[in-house]
């Protein structure tokens, strides 16, 4: 609660960026794409290591996850507990 900014994911439905760039941004963005525009376990797994991961640094902290499918994904899943922050 410090006021830090996570850096945000931005997902779209083409390979092709339009309009923006990093410095449109307050925070270094991710661009990633998916054929339907949607967050998938591929990109839950991108957004846990280099999104949240180097955000906490080994801090306690709580994620909360609601039921959408990338979220609940056995490849997610695999992936946090494979985490050395975990507990």
């Given amino acids: 609660a410090d006021g830090t900014l996570l850096k945000p994911m931005i997902i779209y439905n083409t390979k092709d960026v339009f309009d923006l760039n990093s410095s449109d941004f ?5 661009f990633a794409w998916t054929k339907n525009g ?9 957004w846990l290591n280099q999104v949240l991961l180097p955000h906490v640094k080994k801090r306690r902290t709580l994620l909360v996850l609601d039921t959408f499918r ?3 994904s056995k490849k997610f899943e695999e992936e946090l507990l494979n985490c050395d922050s975990v507990m």
């Fill in 26 to 30: 307050l925070t270094e963005p991710i």
């Fill in 38 to 46: 949607w967050m998938d376990a591929d990109l839950m797994v991108i």
């Fill in 70 to 72: 990338a979220h609940i």
